[in-house]
C-alpha cells in the first residue's frame, strides 16, 4: 500500500527498487528517492495543454516527415530515478531501439512538464535538471497560470510569454507557434 497526497491509501505493485519501476512502472506514479511518488494535481487545463502539446508535436513530425512518436505519460530512467513526463517526443532511432521497453531507460530527447497547482517550482526545476542530466535534450517548462512556458537546454533558459511564439531549440528544429494557442487561450484572447 501507498498514501498518496490525499491520504487516500493506494494498492500497487510491489515495487522496490529503481529495477522494479522500470520493468513494471505503477499507472500515475514516479519512483523519486527510492520510493513510489503519486503523480497528482491534473486539472482540466493541464489535461487540455497536454493534448495541445501532443496534438501539434505529432502534426509536426507528420507534416514534416521526421519520424519518431510523442507520447503522454510514459515512463522513463534518468540517471536516479524513475519518472513520468507529461509529453515526451523520442526520435526514430530511440524508437526502434528502445520502442518495445515497458520503460525508456534514459530520459527522452525533448520533454515538456506542465505545472499542476500543487507543484513545486524548485522539485521542476530539479527535475528538468535531472532530464537534462540524463539524455535529454530539451525540457520545457509549461506554467498555465502565469502563461509562461520555459524551454531550458544543458547551457541555456529561455522563457516566452503571453503573445510570444515558442520554439523548439535542439529538438523538432523548426517547430514553433503561438504560446497563446498552445496554452488553449486563442480563443479567449
Same mark, same amino acid.
Given at each position: %500500500?501507498? !498514501?498518496?497526497? =490525499? +491520504?487516500?491509501?493506494?494498492?500497487?505493485?510491489?515495487?522496490?527498487?529503481?529495477?522494479?519501476? %522500470?520493468?513494471?512502472?505503477?499507472?500515475? *506514479?514516479?519512483? !523519486?528517492?527510492?520510493?513510489?511518488?503519486?503523480?497528482?494535481? *491534473?486539472?482540466?487545463? =493541464?489535461? &487540455?495543454?497536454?493534448? /495541445?502539446?501532443?496534438?501539434?508535436?505529432?502534426?509536426?513530425?507528420?507534416?514534416?516527415?521526421?519520424?519518431? +512518436? !510523442?507520447?503522454?505519460?510514459?515512463?522513463?530512467?534518468? /540517471? +536516479?530515478?524513475?519518472?513520468?513526463?507529461?509529453?515526451?517526443?523520442? @526520435?526514430?532511432?530511440?524508437?526502434?531501439?528502445?520502442?518495445?521497453?515497458? @520503460?525508456?531507460?534514459?530520459?527522452?530527447?525533448?520533454?515538456? &512538464?506542465?505545472?499542476?497547482?500543487?507543484?513545486?517550482? &524548485?522539485?521542476?526545476?530539479? +527535475?528538468?535538471?535531472?532530464?537534462?542530466?540524463?539524455?535529454?535534450?530539451?525540457?520545457?517548462?509549461?506554467?498555465?497560470?502565469?502563461?509562461?512556458?520555459?524551454? *531550458?537546454?544543458? /547551457?541555456?533558459?529561455?522563457?516566452?510569454?503571453?503573445?510570444?511564439? !515558442?520554439?523548439?531549440?535542439?529538438?523538432?528544429?523548426?517547430?514553433? *507557434?503561438?504560446?497563446?494557442?498552445?496554452?488553449?487561450?486563442?480563443?479567449?484572447?
Amino acid at each position: %500500500m501507498l !498514501v498518496s497526497k =490525499h +491520504k487516500d491509501a493506494i494498492s500497487v505493485p510491489q515495487i522496490r527498487s529503481l529495477e522494479d519501476f %522500470m520493468a513494471n512502472p505503477p499507472e500515475g *506514479m514516479e519512483w !523519486v528517492d527510492d520510493q513510489l511518488v503519486e503523480k497528482a494535481g *491534473m486539472t482540466l487545463k =493541464h489535461s &487540455e495543454i497536454q493534448g /495541445n502539446i501532443y496534438f501539434y508535436w505529432r502534426n509536426y513530425i507528420s507534416s514534416s516527415q521526421l519520424g519518431g +512518436k !510523442v507520447y503522454t505519460e510514459v515512463p522513463c530512467r534518468t /540517471n +536516479k530515478q524513475g519518472r513520468v513526463p507529461d509529453v515526451a517526443y523520442l @526520435t526514430p532511432e530511440l524508437v526502434a531501439q528502445f520502442g518495445d521497453a515497458p @520503460t525508456l531507460p534514459q530520459s527522452f530527447p525533448l520533454i515538456a &512538464e506542465i505545472v499542476s497547482p500543487t507543484d513545486l517550482a &524548485e522539485d521542476l526545476f530539479v +527535475k528538468a535538471q535531472e532530464y537534462l542530466q540524463s539524455a535529454s535534450e530539451e525540457v520545457w517548462l509549461v506554467f498555465p497560470e502565469s502563461r509562461l512556458i520555459l524551454v *531550458m537546454t544543458e /547551457n541555456q533558459i529561455l522563457g516566452f510569454k503571453s503573445g510570444d511564439v !515558442v520554439s523548439t531549440q535542439k529538438v523538432l528544429l523548426g517547430f514553433s *507557434m503561438r504560446l497563446d494557442e498552445l496554452l488553449g487561450l486563442a480563443s479567449a484572447l
